[in-house]
């Protein structure tokens, strides 16, 4: 039997936007109402922490009434017969919920809290409320488990050492603009891996060296059919 294919998928907002989680791009949705300086930076939490919990609640409100679609279902369902991580700038737990078992998280966990003063004391939330007064068990009032603007990216590092390894990247549902997430895709070992990317924009990828098929599709229409192209490839 030969062996497994170390699949790399790396997903962006789009790959949740047919689930119908707004991004902050958006018009209309969630962070329509919102300037990302009030509600997602370190000063913002500093100076305005009711803001904060109060946008980070509505969040986790509204997330809890979505699913997966069509494309987390796909990635989850590629575990069958390659070995599979997914690396998400996306904050939402869909590719969980969809089945898939190592998800990387770049930017943080809507459904998980964690001390404002130690990074490593992190903690589940209940439902999607957090109270203004919460606090870690090292005394320290609790933030959301989100990477703020301005913040360091704790995960990349380990990140691209899983892209240093991958027989196929695939990209999903990212605009390939918000970094240090979007040099990822320059992590591949050689430059024979092949690179999918999925998404119905034009990121920039003139950058990208490696050969590059690049499906004009939102990500519960192209990802399936990628998926079952790649199932009959490399299984």
């Known amino acids: 039997m030969s062996k497994k294919k170390n699949i790399v998928v790396f997903t962006g907002a789009g790959v949740s936007a047919d689930s119908g989680i707004a991004t902050f791009r958006d018009a209309d949705g969630l962070w329509a109402n919102y300037r990302i300086e009030e509600v997602c930076t370190p000063e913002a939490l500093k100076n305005n922490r009711a803001k904060v919990v109060e946008f980070y609640n509505l969040r986790r409100k509204e997330s809890l009434t979505k699913k997966p679609n069509a494309g987390h279902i796909a990635i989850a369902e590629m575990e069958q017969w390659a070995d599979v991580c997914v690396i998400t700038q996306n904050v939402d737990n869909l590719h969980e919920q969809a089945g898939s078992t190592r998800v990387v998280h770049l930017h943080g966990e809507l459904m998980k809290l964690r001390s404002e003063d130690n990074p490593e004391l992190i903690y589940d939330i209940k439902g999607w409320e957090q109270s203004l ?103």
């Open 133 to 235: 007064d919460e606090r870690a068990e090292d005394g320290a009032l609790l933030r959301p488990h989100i990477v703020f603007f301005g913040e360091d990216v704790p995960m990349f590092e380990f990140a691209s050492s899983i892209v240093e390894q991958a027989d196929v990247l695939i990209v999903v549902g990212t605009s390939l603009a918000v970094y240090p997430a979007a040099s990822l895709v320059y992590y591949v070992r050689d430059k024979q891996v092949p690179i999918y990317l999925v998404d119905p924009g034009m990121p920039d990828t003139s950058m990208i060296q490696n050969p590059l098929t690049h499906i004009k599709e939102r990500g519960a229409v192209g990802v399936p059919l990628l998926v079952e192209k790649l199932r009959k490839e490399l299984s």
